[in-house]
């Protein structure tokens, strides 16, 4: 063999080597929030499945932050290897005490999300500043048999106060669709959050009215975020209006 050939195949050698020694890329486990379900990941979910991730929409159960952090934590200690943690609305409550206790989570992305302090509850915190109107847009409270009650917004109302820069065609049938959350989830007291030991990004839309966009500033900073971004006109449900915006952030904090 000429010394070129063995030259050539050595760095064929060392370059097949480098590609096998590439880390696996994390897995990446998305959580709804309130009013809303899995699918309202789709979006994101197909740009990150493209791009070679796995991907798990959990199917959180709006009860309570306790028991809603433990499933979710039980989905993240079924994994191997690392694990980028997504929460959407009252599902950033959720993947703050999820994430808790789980040495793979290696970093957790806020979508127009709550990221609460310990002792902080989602509706405290969405009436911290002015903006929100989600109390007037709820449809008739459902009475549970253990006393408490189901939350729902009105469905005339959902477009406009949920998402309304997605398709009515769109919107009708998330309306329908949507995950009622109980009262108490949304005053249960959070516990110690995990932003302030894992790296955290954050991207919400100053057109939401749900959580006011001064309050989801307020939170990004106060984790400090790597990276916020701010979609301007962008409703509560950015990860469906803006998909490619909310995978770009969550490939940015996978790396």
């Given amino acids: 063999m000429s010394k070129l050939a063995a030259a050539v195949a050595i760095a ?32 994101v979910t197909r740009i990150l499945q493209k791009d070679g991730y796995t991907v798990v929409a959990a199917s959180n159960p709006l009860r309570t932050v306790s028991g809603d952090a433990a499933y979710v934590s039980a989905i993240v200690g079924s994994i191997e290897g690392p694990v980028v943690l997504v929460g959407h609305s009252y599902g950033g ?37 002015p903006g929100g109107t989600l109390g007037q847009a709820l449809a008739a409270p459902v009475k549970l048999a253990d006393g408490g009650v189901d939350l729902s917004i009105d469905q005339a109302k959902f477009r406009a106060q949920f998402a309304h820069d997605v398709p009515e065609e769109e919107t009708t049938l998330m309306a329908a669709g949507q995950r009622p959350i109980t009262e108490a989830a949304l005053t249960e007291k959070s516990g110690e959050p995990a932003w302030k030991a894992l790296p955290s990004y954050f991207i919400y839309g100053d057109g939401d009215k749900n959580i006011p966009a001064q309050a989801l500033g307020f939170m990004a900073e106060r984790a400090g975020s790597r990276h916020t971004i701010v979609v301007k006109g962008a409703s509560h449900v950015v990860m469906v209006s803006q998909p490619q915006a909310v995978a770009n952030l969550i490939e940015e904090a996978a790396q």
Wanted: net charge neutral; charged share 15%.
């Fill in 93 to 129: 409550q959720v993947i703050t005490n999820a994430a808790k206790g789980r040495d793979n989570v290696k970093s957790l992305v806020y979508v127009a999300a709550f990221a609460p302090d310990a002792g902080e509850a989602a509706a405290e915190l969405a009436g911290k500043f």
């Fill in 12 to 43: 064929g050698a060392l370059l097949s080597g480098a590609a096998l020694a590439q880390p696996a890329k994390p897995t990446v486990v998305l959580v709804h929030g309130a009013f809303a379900d899995s699918s309202s990941w789709n979006g």
